[in-house]
């Protein structure tokens, strides 16, 4: 059986015009010859774009089929420059969009969450379609894969949980195959279908899953992810001056920077890899010679402090009516009902009269769950707040952290500092 040997995800920076899809055929061209599965995201901003389609449709505003004509537009106008004006683009991607145009133009019968995936899903449809096309166009003969059909989920629209044994028997049963005609197999990230073939996604930012799932059925020599930074940084360069490439991080470091919120990889997409240790590269599209920051078993490196910020966030200070104390009781009814509004849980402290944690704004979801709280429960809530957590922590640099700041809430563990901060209100002077 002929495996890939690599997997390369393109996320949507890279795919986001005419040029970026012309820079990403040129990087494909530095490893011609080479078996690569390609995982691509939705163009730039269009998940985002279509997001406000699904609201728009869901809460009948009237302007769904207007906003999807813009996201239709910035797709031909792409395909106008990269393939003139007659090609057998245009009509994939019209058949990509009418199915969405069916959907909208129906009163909406089935969930929110179901609706979500079958309008956002399409993003992905059309930048692969747009890259296989061009690099085919420009003689990189690459095949077009339905991700749907090889990554099987469950039906928790929008959430999508990987059926794996599944999975992996649809990928040997395809992938192989694919692989022996052709060097290059181009496919979705983010996207998976259900038993049923109803189109599922894997939460947002999830195409870098999306490739370690594939990197893993197909036993890949490695993944690279392709992105618009030098590689990891030692924090959000959209935040702070002065950050560095961290050159190698094991798999240990990368789960735990993931896990606490670093935007720069998807939390999920490490412990598949690790699991088969499976090297990851994330590397710069903007400068593809550069060495990127490689990800593998090693823990012998000795890291500088690593900043992770997630913004927005909701403290919930929760303690009982009467006085008494929480107990396992109470922790139960409050996590199953974080469970069943699927919030997650960043950070949370347990004392003998109250029960405090911190979670990321949805105002939607909390809507719903501080109610259900409130029946049995004393709650205060502080909004806009942020958690800020220093893996390798110095004692200056959380001091230069929290300066302008109160800290509502920190915890120490091991060589990870956490804090729930919120501006200082400004002192205005009569
Ligand atoms: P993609 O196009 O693959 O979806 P993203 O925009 O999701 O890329 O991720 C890349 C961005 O992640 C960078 O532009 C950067 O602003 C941000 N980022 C946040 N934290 C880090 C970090 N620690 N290192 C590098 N980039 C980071
Ligand atoms: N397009 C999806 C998103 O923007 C998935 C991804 O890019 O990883 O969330
Ligand atoms: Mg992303």
Known sequence: MTNPTKVFKFGGASVKDADAIRNVANILKKYREEKILIVVSAMGKTTNALEKVVAAYTKKTDDAFALLEAVKQTHYQVAQELFGTEHAIFSLLNDTFVEIEWVI???????????????????????????????????????????????????????????????????????????????????????????????????????????????????????????????????????????????????????????????????????????????????SFIDPAGAGTLITTDDNITYPPVVVVQPNQVLLHISTRDFSFVTERHLGFLFQQFDKYRIKINMMQNMANSFTVSVTERTERLAQLIPEFEKDFKLIVDRNLELITVRHYTEDIIASLSRGKIILFQEYIEETMSMVVKEIPEMIRK
């Open 105 to 283: 133009e129906e009163d909406q019968q089935d969930s929110y969450d179901y609706v979500y995936d079958q309008i956002v899903s399409i993003g992905e449809m059309a930048s692969t379609r747009m890259l296989a096309a061009f690099l085919a166009h420009e003689n990189q003969a690459a095949v077009w894969l339905d991700a749907r059909d090889v990554i099987r989920t469950d039906d928790t629209f929008r959430e999508g949980r990987v059926d794996w044994e599944t999975t992996g028997t649809l990928c040997q049963k395809k992938l192989p195959s694919l692989f022996d005609k052709n060097d290059l197999v181009v496919t979705q990230g983010f996207i998976g279908g259900t038993q049923e073939n109803f189109t599922t996604t894997l939460g947002r930012e999830g195409s870098d899953y999306s490739a370690a799932i594939f990197a893993y059925q197909l036993n890949a020599e490695s993944v690279s992810i392709w992105k618009d930074v030098p590689g990891i940084l030692n924090a959000d360069p959209r935040l702070f001056d002065n950050v560095h490439k961290l050159d190698r991080l094991s798999y240990k470091e990368a789960i735990e920077m993931t896990y606490y919120g670093a935007k720069v990889i998807h939390p999920k997409t490490i412990k598949p890899l690790e699991s088969k240790n499976i090297p990851l590269h994330v590397k």
